[in-house]
């Protein structure tokens, strides 16, 4: 209907809200991000990361980060929120070869940290509206499996790049405890070589 109509971003954000196709932002992700936190995730430029919390709302990222995954969307973002993106987004198995993998993991991570919210009604909301957008959630909610932070990594087919193998850091955040920055990191020379392509930038960053 968005793409119909030819909504601007505002329009479309309000649009989403009226259907409760948005998430609730948490207390988490409403706070203010100390400057050291700032300038921490953008240090890791020409490498992406990004602060997140345990719902997955992508609370910033750096240049690299942004750049990195501007493409991947059929229309502009407005979830801000990595496990929304992936299963609301027609193009996400097309982008992500091990998409199925992926979504598992990312619903029992937040399955393990909603055991810390039951009964938060912005947690549980939240659920709520992702169970009725999406079955794929719904059913793998449904099967309460829970996991931890663990290395991982990440396929991803890039519009120009191509395929990017990337390992997938996490890092805790004191200083915000329901934060963490997440780096993606190339795996390999090939994917190393051509992360650059990624940037939007004229002159591509350089990874020594």
């Not at 609301?88 to 982008?95: G, I, V």
């Not at 991803?156 to 996490?170: D, K």
Request: glycine share 2%; proline share 7%.
């Amino acid at each position: 209907m968005a793409r119909t109509l030819r909504l601007d971003r505002v329009e479309r954000e309000h649009l989403y809200r009226l259907a409760e196709a948005t998430p609730l932002r948490t207390e988490c992700s409403r706070k203010a991000i100390p400057d050291t936190i700032r300038e921490i995730v953008r240090s890791f430029d020409p490498q992406p990361a990004s602060l997140i919390n345990s719902r997955f709302d992508i609370l910033m990222s750096n240049g690299a980060s942004e750049e990195l995954f501007w493409d991947w969307h059929s229309m502009p973002c407005i979830h801000k929120n990595t496990l929304w993106c992936c299963v609301t987004e027609p193009s996400a198995r097309s982008k992500f070869p091990e998409y199925e993998t992926h979504i598992r993991y990312l619903v029992a991570r937040l399955r393990s940290a909603y055991s810390s919210h039951v009964g938060d009604l912005d947690w549980e909301e939240d659920i709520r509206r992702l169970a009725s957008l999406s079955r794929e959630f719904a059913e793998l909610w449904a099967r309460h499996e829970v996991a931890d932070s663990e290395p991982r990594t990440l396929t991803y087919l890039h519009p120009r790049a191509g395929e990017l193998s990337l390992a997938v850091s996490e890092l805790d955040v004191p200083a915000m405890p329901e934060a963490r920055i997440v780096v993606y990191t190339p795996r390999d020379a090939d994917t190393r070589s051509r992360l650059p392509l990624t940037r939007r930038a004229d002159t591509p960053a350089v990874i020594s």
